[in-house]
Each structure stands twice: as C-alpha cells, then as structure tokens.
C-alpha cells in the first residue's frame, strides 16, 4: 500500500478540522495506514496541496474536510492527472453538512472513515465542470448560494442546524433574477427564477434537491424553480427537505451532460458548499464522465 496523504482544513466545520487532527492521526495508526498529514493555510490551498501530493505518488490522496474541502482537492486531482482518470481519493467527513459521502455512502465516523483508506474498493465516477472550475457535488444557483451566505453569518450552531437556520433567514428577500437557461443542445426557457441546481450528487445543506441522482451515469441531475412568493417558499421547503419536490408545479426536472444558465443580473453562484462568485452572468457546465477514483 502506498502511502497516503492527509489534506486537513482546520476550519472545517467551525475549526472542528483543526481540533481533530489528533484524534484522525490515533484513528489512522490504528488502522495500520502509513500517511503524512498537512493542514490547508488558506482558501484553494488544497487544490495546491492535492495536486503536489498526486505529482509525488501518494496515495489516496484524502480530503479531511467538509463539501468545499472534497471540492479543492477534486480539482488538485484532476489538474495533477490531465486527460487521465484523477484519484483515487478518500474522505474524512469533518465539515458541517457533510452531504457528499451521503451519496458515495461511505462512512461518517471518523474510525470508519479511516479503516476504509485500507480496506476500502475504488469506484470510477463522473466530475462535474461549471466554467474552468471542477465540481464533485453540485452547483447552485440564486437562493440555495444565498442560504450559503447566510449560514456563513451564523456563529453559535453547528452542523446542518446552520443551513435550515440560513434557509429561514434567507426567505426574507430572496434572489429571483431572470434566468436563460439552456439544455440539451436547444431546451430553452428564459423566466424569473428562484434557483437553480446542477447536481453529481443527491443532497445539499442537508436538502434532498436531487433525490436520484447517480455518480457514475454519465450526466447531471438538475432542477429550477420558478420565482416564488415568500409563503409559497415556505410550503415547499418541506417537500424540498424530504425530496418529494420533483414532480410539483414551481419545479423543473432532469437529466443532462450540458446546461447553460444566462442572466443579465449578476448571480450568485455555490459549488460544492462554498461561494464561487455573486456576480455571474454566464455558467457553462458540463460532466466529465468516469474523471475521478474514489475509495468507498
């Protein structure tokens, strides 16, 4: 077994990285993994880091993180391999939501999670690409990127308490610009639009938004939802959290390899749990199918 590079981000879950690096390094010897550890410095560092610890022969390289933590070194992966399958990755889930592995399904506690770096088989699954940037989760677009920021101002919670929190205060004045968006080589509409998601993965901030979605099909799931009242918002918050949403009237549903989103009005714009830009005009974004091996 080669040895294995530990990408910690000590911020984290509320610097809930930081306070467990000693316990991830007691469950890593326990579990026999040979590794060295290092702690990001800052936002992207982990792209940097990833990337170094491909080029250098580690592996798995392992996001000790959140969403945005997985996100970085996705993108340092795929730099560091070209045209070739990235990988593989593991995780350790240390972040707030945690809503990636709920889709790989592999383990949330940190002994299970460091166990699997030995004993655990690579899986060969889609990327996601929005512009020049990777994604391994989802993108989104308008209010879920709003909820973001709103949960970034919340400091006495922890965990996905933060989001449904973020989502109510959120509702007060939601973003709901006109929108084109385009799918498919020629599906078109062009509306107010309350958000938007394009997904690799089924869940986001604890919210089942593509309930069906598939690692390794080859395409995105996404949704829209037409511009609502703040009353309206509220009743489809429930059916959002249970993922029965898809088939109600505000809700646009499918499948695609391509999507264009357009807009006069700048958008705000989240991947993989972290805020990308809040002045979007255009998303082009696109699946790499079969980019990335993960350990699971």
Not at 71 to 90: C, H, K, R, S
Not at 140 to 148: A, L, N
Not at 215 to 237: K, N, V, Y
Request: aromatic share 6%; hydrophobic share 45%.
């Amino acid at each position: 077994m080669a040895r294995a590079k530990i990408i910690v981000n000590p911020y984290a879950g509320r610097w809930k990285g930081r306070r467990s690096v000693p316990a991830v390094e007691v469950a890593l010897k326990e579990a026999g993994v040979d590794f060295d550890l290092v702690c990001t410095a800052g936002p992207h560092h982990a792209i940097e880091l990833a990337r170094e610890a491909a080029l250098e022969g580690y592996r798995p390289v392992v996001a000790a993180g959140g969403d945005g933590t997985i996100g970085e070194v996705v993108n340092g992966l795929v730099q560091a391999a070209g045209d070739q399958v990235a990988g593989p990755m593991a995780i350790i889930p240390l972040g707030s939501a945690n809503d990636f592995i709920q889709t790989l399904g592999t383990p949330a506690d940190l002994k299970g999670a460091c166990q699997l770096l030995r004993t655990g088989q690579v899986r060969t699954i889609d990327v996601g690409r929005v512009n020049e940037r990777c994604f391994i989760n989802d993108v989104g677009v308008g209010f879920e990127p709003q909820v973001t920021l709103e949960s970034r101002k919340i400091k006495r919670l922890r965990g996905k308490l933060i989001y449904l929190v973020a989502v109510l205060r959120a509702v007060r004045d939601p973003v709901q610009a006109h929108m084109t968006i385009e799918w498919d080589g020629g599906r078109q509409v062009s509306k107010p639009i309350l958000m938007v998601s394009v997904a690799n993965g089924r869940c986001t901030g604890g919210f089942w938004l593509t309930p069906y979605a598939e690692l390794d099909d080859g395409e995105l799931d996404f949704i829209f939802a037409d511009a609502l009242s703040r009353l309206q918002i509220l009743r489809f918050l429930p059916e959002v959290m249970r993922g029965t949403h898809l088939d109600k009237d505000p809700v646009t549903y499918g499948r695609t390899r391509h999507i264009v989103i357009a807009s006069d009005d700048p958008l705000p714009v989240v991947v993989d749990g972290e805020i990308m830009t809040t002045e979007a005009h255009r998303l082009e974004i696109e699946v790499m199918p079969g980019r990335m091996q993960v350990l699971c």
